[in-house]
């Protein structure tokens, strides 16, 4: 329906600005309209799938780990090179980071 309304809008336009080309005179012929030109359907991307959210235990977790494997001290440097004395104090924003750091240091 909308379309439908559209497409006579198109029309009209048209005829109105042919009738100001010719000068108000009206042909005999109504303007042709320009059909669209066919774009090639893109497939639209997939979205990716969201990573789940990290959390706080996720990193503390991990920093038990390490400390288990005789890496504490390794521990406190990863967590003051994020700005923290202790687990808590880790920007959420950084937990990924971090626990990439933690699980390098375990491989």
Known sequence: MIEEKLDALTRAVERLTAAIETGGQRSAEPPKAEQPKAEAEQPKPEPEPE???????????????????GKK???VELLRMFGAERVGDVVESDYSRLLAAMQQELC
């Open 51 to 69: 990573q789940p959210k990290l959390t706080k235990e996720d990193v503390s977790k991990a920093a038990v780990e390490m400390m288990k494997a």
């Open 73 to 75: 001290e390794r521990v």
